[in-house]
């Protein structure tokens, strides 16, 4: 029996097995897809690398601090009326810049006395200039105003005189020295240039102007790297013995955003420094102002020079430019001020990579002013 009962039993068990319903099968698990190891963050590869790394974010800082910028306010509001009033006046050969080197190379809008159509083109904005040149002859030099003591040139020769690139000068100037890095390579380039000259309410003609700035490097690649733009404005009413200048805050580029674009440009400055045998000696500011009275050029030479030396205030004034001018240290205080980079213009990466010290508004007066020597002997109609 007990071997049938263990048959038996042995039987019952596999009914129960057949009778049961199957157990349920576990679902597979999902499968995850191989996930690749985050990159490496870049770190710099050297010393000079990494201090240029952190000099470019801090001067990328310093282009936006509140303090940087009130007292750059504060520098263009120190400029008077009176002081540009005395440098145009004393300047006639300026109307005839305007005309023969700047009416043809930047934007200028010309509103007539009395209304009718704006004035744009250069031939007619010189033809406009004539006719009321003569008009303000035969009224015996007025040119509007109501009164205001605007010399003996008259108003609208004030404005024509100013309607140019030396108008901002004191504006370059301050940006220059606020936002010049020579170890960095940085510098101020105009990109575009607009002025409108107002007539329509003869007791209150006006000036008014404004520039599209770059603030610049030389990136990774040996061109142009763009870290920020802004816009300076300038306006000038003789009837209100009113000067205004103003910069906006500066917007940074796209570039500026991505750490790998700074840290690639920092690669370059700190292989470029090594190549030059240079410690960041700092390319020197515009040297001097060029000095001469532009013989060849005459008055109008001269007047070239001149504005150079606006455009740079307290570089070189009368010198032979030797490249010395000192480099800008960083914006301090104001969330790092870069590496300093001073230098005394004798070397160093500045030396040999420096764009310029001066705006691309202030190269182009050179090129001007060769030209001006034989244009002048066309330009008698003019003055």
Same mark, same amino acid.
């Given at each position: 029996?007990?071997?049938?009962?263990?048959?038996?039993?042995?039987?019952?068990?596999?009914?129960?097995v057949?009778?049961?319903?199957?157990?349920?099968?576990?679902?597979?698990?999902?499968?995850?897809?191989?996930?690749?190891p985050?990159?490496?963050?870049?770190?710099?590869?050297?010393?000079?690398?990494?201090?240029?790394?952190?000099?470019?974010?801090?001067?990328?800082?310093?282009?936006?601090?509140?303090?940087?910028l009130d007292?750059?306010?504060l520098?263009?509001?120190?400029?008077?009326?009176?002081?540009?009033?005395?440098?145009?006046?004393?300047?006639?050969?300026?109307?005839?810049?305007?005309?023969?080197?700047?009416v043809?190379?930047?934007?200028?809008?010309?509103?007539?006395?009395g209304?009718?159509?704006?004035?744009?083109?250069?031939?007619?904005?010189r033809a406009?200039?004539?006719?009321?040149?003569?008009?303000?002859?035969?009224?015996?030099?007025?040119?509007?105003?109501?009164?205001?003591?605007?010399?003996?040139?008259?108003?609208?020769?004030?404005?024509?005189?100013?309607a140019?690139?030396s108008?901002?000068?004191?504006?370059l100037?301050?940006?220059?020295?606020?936002?010049?890095e020579?170890?960095?390579?940085?510098?101020?380039?105009?990109?575009?240039?607009?002025?409108?000259?107002?007539?329509?309410?003869?007791?209150?003609?006006?000036?008014?102007?404004?520039?599209?700035?770059?603030?610049?490097?030389?990136?990774?690649?040996?061109?142009?790297?763009?870290?920020?733009?802004?816009?300076?404005?300038?306006?000038?009413?003789?009837?209100?013995?009113?000067?205004?200048?103003?910069v906006?805050?500066?917007?940074?580029a796209?570039?500026?955003?991505?750490?790998?674009?700074?840290?690639?440009?920092a690669?370059?400055?700190?292989?470029?420094?090594?190549?030059?045998?240079? $410690? *960041? !000696? %700092? =390319? &020197?500011?515009?040297? +001097?102002?060029? @000095? /001469?009275?532009?013989? #060849?050029?005459?008055?109008?030479?001269?007047?070239?020079?001149g504005?150079?030396?606006?455009m740079?205030?307290?570089?070189g004034?009368?010198?032979?430019?030797?490249?010395?001018?000192?480099? $800008? *240290? !960083? %914006? =301090? &205080?104001?969330?790092? +001020?870069?590496? @300093? /980079?001073?230098?005394? #213009?004798?070397?160093?990466?500045?030396?040999?990579?420096?764009?310029?010290?001066?705006?691309?508004?202030?190269?182009?007066?050179?090129?001007?002013?060769?030209?001006?020597?034989?244009?002048?002997?066309?330009? %008698?109609?003019?003055?």
């Open positions: 029996m007990d071997g049938l009962d263990a048959l038996l039993a042995e039987a019952a068990a596999e009914r129960e057949k009778r049961s319903p199957p157990p349920p099968v576990a679902a597979a698990a999902p499968r995850v897809a191989p996930v690749a985050p990159p490496a963050s870049h770190q710099p590869s050297s010393e000079a690398a990494s201090e240029l790394h952190a000099a470019l974010k801090g001067y990328i800082a310093h282009l936006l601090c509140p303090d940087a007292a750059l306010s520098a263009l509001a120190s400029r008077t009326y009176a002081e540009v009033e005395e440098y145009i006046v004393a300047r006639p050969e300026l109307s005839r810049y305007t005309l023969s080197a700047e043809g190379r930047m934007s200028y809008t010309v509103f007539p006395s209304g009718g159509s704006p004035v744009t083109e250069p031939g007619a904005i406009y200039y004539a006719r009321q040149s003569g008009d303000a002859g035969r009224d015996g030099g007025g040119g509007g105003g109501g009164g205001v003591a605007a010399s003996s040139c008259g108003v609208a020769e004030l404005l024509w005189r100013a140019n690139q108008l901002f000068g004191e504006v100037g301050s940006l220059q020295e606020a936002w010049l020579p170890r960095l390579s940085t510098c101020v380039v105009a990109t575009a240039s607009s002025l409108r000259l107002d007539f329509r309410d003869e007791t209150q003609p006006r000036l008014d102007a404004s520039c599209e700035l770059a603030v610049q490097t030389l990136g990774a690649s040996d061109e142009p790297l763009v870290l920020a733009t802004t816009q300076v404005s300038v306006s000038l009413s003789p009837a209100r013995r009113e000067l205004r200048q103003a906006d805050k500066p917007r940074l796209t570039c500026c955003i991505f750490d790998e674009r700074i840290l690639e440009t690669e370059a400055m700190a292989r470029w420094e090594a190549a030059s045998g240079g $410690g *960041g !000696g %700092g =390319g &020197g500011g515009g040297g +001097g102002g060029g @000095g /001469g009275s532009g013989e #060849g050029g005459g008055a109008l030479g001269g007047l070239a020079a504005i150079g030396r606006l740079r205030p307290g570089r004034e009368g010198e032979g430019g030797d490249g010395s001018g000192g480099g $800008g *240290g !960083g %914006g =301090g &205080g104001c969330g790092g +001020g870069g590496a @300093g /980079g001073g230098g005394d #213009g004798a070397g160093g990466s500045g030396g040999i990579r420096l764009l310029s010290s001066l705006s691309a508004i202030g190269g182009s007066v050179a090129s001007a002013a060769s030209g001006l020597a034989q244009e002048s002997a066309n330009l %008698g109609q003019f003055g």
